[in-house]
């Protein structure tokens, strides 16, 4: 595909989960996991997705590799609409599509030893040459010795588990990597290796990734573009740079503020939010930011706003700013 | 008071050991004492040392979500511990427990008593389990990673709950934590641990301005700032290698293997926790103008 702009478009994905039928009940609201979101990401650009648990993150990523159904939307991948792929096409297409999971410990299988994990790429797309002198290359690539394939994943830590797991996903030379938190289970010293060693393999092999946190710092650290996520919708997406300078949106800002600082002095001014991320089943009328906005006004509770264009490629869903 | 280290370094356990809570056999503590309003903790038998638990320190975990009985509703958990310590009856306790609730800023008190766990969120839980903890006056609250469970916005609610309640009560709090930016937030001192031991103590600002310890400052610059001024792609300062497990602690001080100022004396010799000055205590063997 040589047009950049085309490589992953996502527009208006929706994603309904049923919730459980009550006794008699005839209609029960479904679980709006993600409502609507579009956007798309350049090859070898990062994006990162954040927000608070339960605002469909995970969701965004799995339904964007179509691990899920989506209720509704499209996502194009490279020009083609993953939805119309037949199950083969499917799984010929993930060959570029890849995901490192949060939790090393539960993604991979621990009754088998490290160098079947990693033969397990290899064999489901039918490559059967030099299998061995990969998974030996890859194992060196992300800075574990040789003598690792015959481990087995508890007699390893967490750190070496999660390089095992990036080896798993660039193993066939992926364009797309989906990262789903994948530092917030490792120790503050093994992440700065684990960010810096897929930061190598970006430059490297050019993969554009989709970097899903809750951690503000780290996406800014990482990633070329921000959007935030809150119940299912993004609210704010501009460049990194644009996002930490100026943030619009009042969730980002309280975000931002939230991010607990070896710096004392900034703490004065924040932004405070209360209470709970509202259920996703029964969503606020309105901004459904409104019930814990610091700055809410009484438009908030009745219009939606919808993502506008304030600045070029910054866009922010709030009516405050839409004055 | 904060206690920060990675996993493993035996935050947890220093503070289990505190309230004696480790099982015995198989674990023992070998030796030391643990000196409480002048009594040592350890020469207390079970029956004197359930007087202090709960009343005198008190503690909250990690995980909201397992550290509270799932088939119990909140008010009957709360009112275990007021039963347990104080001479009320139920009906007092109910009233207390209401009232508890409303002390850590929980909405409709009254219903939430009558809530089981599930049906609450993470940071409700968490708010619960500090009002159990707050139910008889401790002196002393042992917080176990408090908001590593918790998501960021929460988080600063729950942190800014305990730095209050701290003021309120005038209680102390030993905070344990792999993460040093919830430590600036409320604690005054700090002590950095590795590999179950106190590398480095000191007065949080101090400390974090100016660390001595080569692992204390590892730590620091690991950690992503955020600050507008950060080029794309720069690389983060990592600290090698892993934490050594508890069975293969190396020789000499066990940092050095990770360490890049170590010499041949660090793994000959362990060095041993100096003072420079009242408030500050370090283990290394270099000047901390050389590192």
Known sequence: MTDNSRFLEVKDLKKYFPSKKKFL?????????????????????????????????????????????????????????LASLSEAELRNQRKEMQMIFQDPFSSINPRRKIGEVLREPFAIHGFKEN?????????????????????????????????????????LNPTLVVADEPVSALDVSIQAQI???????????????????????????????????????????????EIYKRPEHPYTEALL???????????????????????????????????????????????????KEIAPGHHVACLLKER | MALVGESGCGKTVSALSILRLLPDPPAKITSGEIIFSDRDLLSLNAKQMREIRGKEIAMIFQDPMTSLNPVLTVGEQLIETLLRHKSLNRKETLKKSAQLLGKVELPSPEEKLKKY???????????????????????????????????????????????????????????????LGVVTEIAERIMVMYAGEGVEIGSTRDLLDNPHHPYTKGLISSRPKLEPTIEQGQRLTEIPGNVPPPHQRPTGCAFHPRCDWSIDKCKAQKPLLQNINQNRQFSCHLQPESI
């Not at chain 1, 990401?41 to 965004?60: D, M, Q, R």
């Not at chain 1, 960010?195 to 430059?203: A, V």
């Open chain 2, 117 to 179: 766990p599930h049906q609450l969120s993470g940071g409700m839980r968490q708010r619960v389990l500090i009002a159990m903890a707050l139910a008889c006056d401790p002196k002393i609250l042992i917080a176990d990673e408090p908001t590593t469970a918790l998501d960021v916005l929460i988080q600063a609610q729950i942190l800014e709950l305990l730095e209050s309640l701290k003021k309120e009560t005038g209680m102390s709090i030993l905070l344990i934590t792999h993460d």
């Open chain 1, 257 to 307: 503020n939230a991010v607990p600082g070896l710096d004392s002095a900034q703490k004065n001014q924040k932004l405070k939010v209360r209470g709970d991320i509202p259920d996703p089943s029964n969503p606020p009328k309105g901004c459904s930011f409104h019930t814990r906005c610091p700055l809410k006004e009484k438009q908030c509770e009745e219009i939606e706003p919808t993502l």
């Open chain 1, 131 to 171: 299998v061995s002198e990969a998974i030996t290359k890859l194992l060196d690539q992300v800075g574990l010795s040789s003598d690792y394939v015959n481990r087995y994943s508890h007699e390893m830590s967490g750190g070496q588990l999660q390089r095992v797991g990036i080896a798993r996903a660039i193993a």
């Open chain 1, 195 to 241: 960010i810096n060693l897929m930061m190598d393999f970006r430059e490297k092999m050019g993969i554009a990734f989709l970097f899903i946190s809750h951690d503000m710092s780290i996406v800014e650290y990482f990633c070329d573009r921000v959007a935030v996520m809150y119940l299912g919708k993004i609210v704010e997406i501009a460049s990194s740079e």
């Open chain 1, 25 to 81: 009940a005839s209609n029960t609201p479904s679980v709006r996991a993600l409502d609507g979101i579009s956007f798309t990401l350049k090859k070898g650009e990062t994006l990162g997705l954040v927000g608070e648990s339960g605002c469909g993150k995970s969701t965004a990523a799995r339904t964007l590799l179509r691990l899920e159904t989506p209720t509704s939307g499209s996502v194009h991948f490279k020009g083609k609409n």
